[in-house]
Structure formats: C-alpha cells, structure tokens
C-alpha cells in the first residue's frame, strides 16, 4: 500500500524534522507531502532541505501566506490524487498524532473505507497532563458535533485520518465549507452520509512538546456554530443515507 502523508505546517520547523524522520522509520511505503503556508519561521525551507535528502519521497507545496486548513488539505488531496498513492493519510506536524499508530491505520484499511485515530474509543485518551477543564472542553466539543450530527463514530473532530484513495475520489470534495477544525468534521459526516465503512483506532493525542498551539477559543466558538451548517448543508445526502437503509 502506498500512502502519502499529508502535513500542513505553519511555523513547525522544530517538528518537522524530527516528524519525517520517525514516519520513514515505520514499516510502511510512505511519500510525505508538506504544505507549507510561508511560514516565518523558515519551515518551508526546512522541508525543501527535507525533499533534497529524500528525493522522491517528500514534496512540498508552498503556498503565499496562511490560508487555512481547509484549502491546505484540499490542495494536498489534489495532488496526491495525481499520483499512484493508495491511500492519503493526513495528520498533524507537531507529534500530537503517533507516528507510529499508521501502521494499525494502515491494517484496518484492508477492511474499511476510511479509519479515524480516535481518542474516545477504548485504549484512547487524550495528554495526561491537561488541566481537568481542557479534556472537558475537548470531550464536550466532540460530543457536541456527535450529537448534532448523529454520528456513531467515537472521535469526529479528530485530525489524524487515512483514507482510501477511492473514498477521496468518490466525494464532492468541492462542496466543503467550513474552515479550521471544524472542516475535518465536515470531511468525515461527508464520508459518512455516503455511506463509506469506518474504523477507529485507538490514539493517545499528546500536546505538542515544541511551537505553540493554534487552537483559541474563537476557533471554538466559531466552531459551535458552524455545526449546524453542516447538519443542515448535507441534509440531502442524509436523505439519500436514510433512503438506503430503509431499503435494505
């Protein structure tokens, strides 16, 4: 199985060194592809440094300022599509996501369509030395977007994903919206009011030991709103969801 590694960095170039280096330390046919949004700190040039020493193995995208995680990933997703990858991974730059995990991922793709890196399922959890108000929050605002969308997946505000090459192919990637961590959530209910067969693996999510965290409670609350624009933006394919399953 081929699998590109997509990684949106802005101002990552503490991890992303040590990152590739312990993605190709896996036993998996990896390709990594960063998509780097003129980061000040020079991570750009880093990953250039990066696709000199593993020619053919890391690409870089560079793009002309910070736009977003949404056009990252579906810029990423382009250009992955454009190669003979098999599957397409995306996770985070900064080790919140273990490296190491992909390889489970990679497994339980044999049987599903797309696989999650969950937190919430059992053998999951979230870093150990958060303050009691963060996993609330963090549990919360998954809970939340489960609940409004009637998911039964376990963690759908999760980053770490690998999918199918078909799955990607097969979804009107252009209908997506939403920004920030809120468009990772459109991507799955999307994947999921299609009908595509997922799988959860068990992550331990570590907050990040180098950079600072881009998360605010803007984005959070942004976040708690965009919601029901989804739910309400995807309501014809849930019909067609609904449809199916009572035919069966």
Avoid at 1 to 29: C, G, H, Q, W
Avoid at 175 to 194: D, H, K, T
Wanted: aromatic share 12%.
């Amino acid at each position: 199985m081929r699998i590109i590694v997509i990684i949106p960095t802005y101002d990552e170039a503490e991890n992303l060194p040590k990152l590739v280096s312990a993605l190709f330390s896996l036993p998996l046919d990896l390709r990594i592809l960063v998509v780097d949004d003129k980061s000040p700190d020079g991570t750009g040039d880093i990953a250039d440094a990066l696709a000199t020493e593993n020619p053919g193995k890391v690409d870089v995208l560079h793009r002309e300022g910070k736009l977003g995680l949404r056009t990252a990933y579906l810029t990423g997703i382009q250009h992955a599509l454009a190669t003979d990858a098999d599957a397409i991974a995306q996770m985070d730059a900064d080790f919140s996501h273990e490296p190491a995990r992909l390889v489970e991922m990679a497994e339980l793709l044999k049987t599903k369509e797309v696989v999650l890196g969950s937190r919430y399922v059992p053998g999951g959890r979230v870093d150990m030395d958060w303050p009691i108000w963060r996993k609330a929050l963090s549990a919360f605002g998954n809970f939340y977007a489960r609940t409004i969308l009637g998911f039964k997946l376990r963690d759908v505000t999760t980053g770490y994903r690998l999918w199918r090459r078909e799955t990607l192919e097969g979804m009107p990637l252009d209908r997506i919206q939403s920004n920030g961590y809120v468009f990772l959530v459109e991507m799955v209910y999307m994947a999921y009011c299609l009908g595509y067969r997922f799988g959860e693996v068990p992550i331990y999510f570590a907050d990040r030991q180098w950079g600072k965290s881009k998360m605010s409670f803007k984005i959070q609350r942004e976040a708690a709103f965009r919601i029901w624009l989804v739910r309400w933006g995807y309501r014809d394919l849930r019909a067609k969801r609904y449809s199916a399953r009572v035919k069966q």
